[in-house]
């Protein structure tokens, strides 16, 4: 064998040790990326979770949203079918949720569910809306019709988000709280939470309330202001009724013209008469 034959065959050699290795490293990847999915599905792991040592009560999982933001960051593309009936083209790595078989109810016409997001036992789904990957979403809850969980969104037990409630999702920063809503709380049609707002156990958000992390919340109860920050998001106390406010835009100009800015606002606590109204989710089960 000359020398120049012998290095052809050597390259190949490396060359073809390499494809092998890339292979096998990208079928790990894919494997490590549905056993993530897998987890995230069952509720063995989640974006974030109660943790009372931890900030207002929550502790991010930062390696796990890094997780998710590698599938996200891959361009590739691939078609589902349903049926049929119903055609899908998506990044090849962030497929839909086996829904048949689980222990809840998603009512029929145009719900999407991701794989990787969580809905517990009794959950309950009406069309059409759209729960995105690593949300979680807690046992008995209601997911009303035109209502959107984004991507880690935190959602309690006993939770009913109204018609057209939007829940922001959040994958960046990794270190970032998702939107979380405690158990018990009621998020009222067109409402918004964005920005890593957290709202406590049992709150009321009145119909069409808009909050962000940096949002102002004026307490009308305990006579005090509540505002967060990027690092710290606004949190609305546990059993807090918030309704849609105004308040006064500032400048001569604004006070000429008499402009108002949107805001929210707590007008009380939670009692057994604000339970009873929003009780009548059962009745609608």
Same mark, same amino acid.
């Given at each position: 064998?000359?020398?120049?034959?012998?290095?052809?065959?050597?390259?190949?050699?490396?060359?073809?040790?390499?494809?092998?290795?890339?292979?096998?490293?990208?079928?790990?990847?894919?494997?490590?990326?549905?056993?993530?999915?897998?987890?995230?599905?069952?509720?063995?792991?989640?974006?974030?979770?109660?943790?009372?040592?931890?900030?207002?009560?929550?502790?991010?999982?930062?390696?796990?949203?890094?997780?998710?933001?590698?599938?996200?960051?891959?361009?590739?593309?691939?078609?589902?079918?349903?049926?049929?009936?119903?055609?899908?083209?998506?990044?090849?790595?962030?497929?839909?949720?086996?829904?048949?078989? $689980?222990?809840?109810?998603?009512?029929?016409? @145009?719900?999407? &569910?991701?794989? /990787? =997001?969580? +809905?517990?036992? #009794? !959950?309950?789904?009406?069309?059409?809306?759209?729960?995105?990957?690593?949300?979680?979403?807690?046992?008995?809850?209601?997911?009303?019709?035109?209502?959107?969980?984004?991507?880690?969104?935190?959602?309690?037990?006993?939770?009913?988000?109204?018609?057209?409630?939007?829940?922001?999702?959040?994958?960046?920063?990794?270190?970032?709280?998702?939107?979380?809503?405690?158990?018990?709380?009621?998020? $009222?049609?067109?409402?918004?939470?964005?920005? @890593?707002?957290? &709202?406590?156990? /049992? =709150?009321? +958000?009145?119909? #069409? !309330?808009?909050?962000?992390?940096?949002?102002?919340?004026?307490?009308?109860?305990?006579?005090?202001?509540?505002?967060?920050?990027?690092?710290?998001?606004?949190?609305?106390?546990?059993?807090?009724?918030?309704?849609?406010?105004?308040?006064?835009?500032?400048?001569?100009?604004?006070?000429?013209?008499?402009?108002?800015?949107?805001?929210?606002?707590?007008?009380?606590?939670?009692?057994?008469?604000?339970?009873?109204?929003?009780?009548?989710? @059962?009745?609608?089960?």
């Amino acid at each position: 064998m000359t020398a120049e034959a012998g290095g052809s065959a050597g390259a190949a050699e490396v060359a073809g040790a390499a494809e092998v290795a890339g292979a096998a490293a990208a079928a790990a990847d894919a494997a490590a990326a549905q056993q993530l999915l897998d987890d995230l599905d069952a509720g063995r792991r989640r974006a974030a979770w109660p943790d009372p040592g931890a900030p207002d009560g929550w502790r991010v999982d930062v390696a796990l949203r890094e997780a998710l933001l590698a599938l996200f960051r891959d361009p590739a593309t691939r078609s589902w079918e349903l049926d049929g009936l119903l055609q899908f083209r998506d990044r090849s790595r962030l497929p839909t949720k086996r829904l048949a078989d $689980g222990p809840w109810r998603v009512v029929p016409g @145009g719900t999407s &569910v991701r794989a /990787g =997001a969580h +809905l517990g036992p #009794g !959950v309950v789904v009406m069309p059409p809306s759209f729960i995105n990957i690593g949300a979680w979403v807690g046992e008995g809850s209601m997911v009303d019709s035109h209502v959107l969980v984004g991507s880690c969104a935190q959602i309690g037990s006993r939770v009913h988000l109204a018609a057209g409630a939007q829940i922001g999702g959040v994958l960046e920063p990794p270190n970032a709280r998702p939107v979380i809503v405690e158990d018990e709380a009621f998020v $009222g049609a067109q409402c918004g939470l964005f920005d @890593g707002v957290l &709202v406590g156990r /049992g =709150a009321v +958000l009145a119909a #069409g !309330v808009i909050l962000t992390g940096t949002s102002r919340l004026y307490d009308l109860v305990e006579g005090r202001l509540l505002q967060g920050t990027p690092e710290a998001p606004l949190v609305v106390p546990p059993g807090a009724v918030v309704v849609p406010a105004t308040r006064s835009a500032a400048g001569e100009f604004a006070a000429e013209h008499g402009i108002g800015l949107q805001c929210a606002a707590i007008v009380k606590r939670r009692d057994t008469s604000t339970a009873a109204r929003t009780a009548i989710e @059962g009745a609608l089960r």
